[in-house]
């Protein structure tokens, strides 16, 4: 299902929207600080450098921190979409890490008003084309 907003890459998460495309889930990493970091900057948050910074691929599982269900978005793109589903997923390997993104099916389908959502349950990233050529991550139960 095409999504009715597609995120436009800045040069500092060109390459986090590129490894998507190859299906391929990935965050910066500071070899300086032995930190990630998500969403991409220009340079590290802890250090305030930038040439410590590399990409590292992760396993692309979660666990469900938090959801809520939007029954009435601000943005009229959403409406044809409505309810959905809002899923606050912590990374496996750094659970500072969180993305906030909805839940789908084994059919790329949005989730909604699921009436239990089981909160610290594993998920995993499936990338989901929003427009021809563009992959974004979206995250269903594992």
């Not at 299902?1 to 889930?25: T, Y």
């Amino acid at each position: 299902m095409a999504r009715p907003i597609v995120p436009v890459p800045d040069p500092a998460s060109q390459p986090f929207w590129d490894a998507c495309n190859e299906g391929k889930l990935i965050v910066q990493y500071c070899s300086m600080c032995d930190r990630r970091q998500f969403p991409p900057e220009a340079a590290c948050r802890d250090c305030g450098f930038n040439f410590h910074l590399t990409w590292q691929e992760t396993s692309g599982r979660a666990k469900i921190v938090g959801y809520s269900i939007t029954y009435d978005s601000r943005l009229v793109q959403w409406h044809p979409l409505q309810p959905f589903l809002n899923v606050i997923v912590a990374l496996e390997e750094d659970p500072v890490i969180n993305f906030h993104t909805n839940l789908i099916d084994d059919f790329g389908t949005n989730l909604s008003e699921e009436p239990e959502i089981p909160i610290g349950a594993t998920c995993e990233v499936q990338f989901v084309e929003a427009e021809p050529g563009r992959m974004i991550p979206e995250w269903k139960l594992a």
